[in-house]
């Protein structure tokens, strides 16, 4: 071992304080989770009109749907949090999980493609999903950052992803526009749109220096 | 064939997820044993994929640091030494980065033999050479033979024409290409 190597490591035993173990990815997740859920229904009280009137009958009718929104966030969160630690054996793993999320979304958009072109005048849905997406996905950056990522696009898509999730799952309780070509273009195509901007904003925002 | 790192320290590193775990409770005697006895399968480690030792104690020194920085996110229930490579991983990637895009084009012949003789990837792929097996699996089958005949068997060209059917200016050619690609690859994976 050679001598700056020595003096290191008793610098470092010297400058050591306590820590606090991360929490597991699991619990991460359920807290992203949470919080997503919590700033989208804030966001639908505070800048929509409120829940639709319909959505009981909206949510018995498309339960599998919603559930698989829903299901698709959980996923992608976990796999953000799980690229939040390193490991040399994550990366099938978390492959997996990431590829059962974005695979949920393939097949909501792919149930949606082939409908009427949208009305126009429904951009109001794209603001409404950005404000229920740009909070939560801070969150999920600061959650991440506080752990020691190393696959930042990956992360970053994963957390895009979770977060997408639950604004589209939010907008399905405050849109009332069951429209397929609607909900392709106005609540599920910005899903993926945001994802692919989360690579390039986690290859910005988690690699910064500790 | 490089060995796996500490393969003859298993009862040393068996105490490394305890002496973490101190170590988070703020115990600087066991966090200082854990780091000294980590740092020489980490060079091991090194020396199996890095080409230019004299980097080595830098990177090492690098790696104690991130492993500093990020002992929080250790828990008992992973494998430490998952942990310990994923960071070593990570460091050395970037390290490589930030320092060897200048002299990108400049894997030496000695490197790429090194690299295709190498089969630790972590101490836990080393039997398998995963990534051995991957970049080899990315040239054409005559071209793999060739390098393998070449640069591992340790074959001269001629003798490699010999069993291959070749010409030895063919094999030659061969050989040349298989290297430009498998330096491509490697620098493509962040070598």
Redesign the interface.
Known sequence: ??M??DK???S???????????A?AGTLAFILATLSLAATFGAIAIFTKGIRADWEVMFNEHVCQTAGIFFAGILAAYAAFRL???????RNPVRAILALASFIWVLLIAGQIGAEPPEAGYRNCLTDFSLMFIIPFAAGIFMATR??P?WYGWAGYALALSVGSFAALGMRFACPNEEPAHLLVWHYLPVVAFAIVGIGLGQILLKRK? | MVSEPNNSKKDDSDAWPQLMLAAQGGDAVAYQRLLREITPPLRTFLRARFFNREHIDDIVQEILLAIHAARHTYRPEQPFRNWMYGVARHKMIDYLRKYGRKTANEINDDELVTFMRDTANTPEEAMLGKDVKQALAQLPEKQREVLLMTRVEGLSMAEAGKKLGMTETAVKVTAHRATKKMKEWLLEYGY
């Open positions: 071992m050679s700056d190597t290191l490591i008793a470092l035993g010297q400058d050591l304080k306590p820590v606090k173990p991360m597991g939040s630690v390193p490991d040399t054996r994550i752990g020691a190393v500790k």
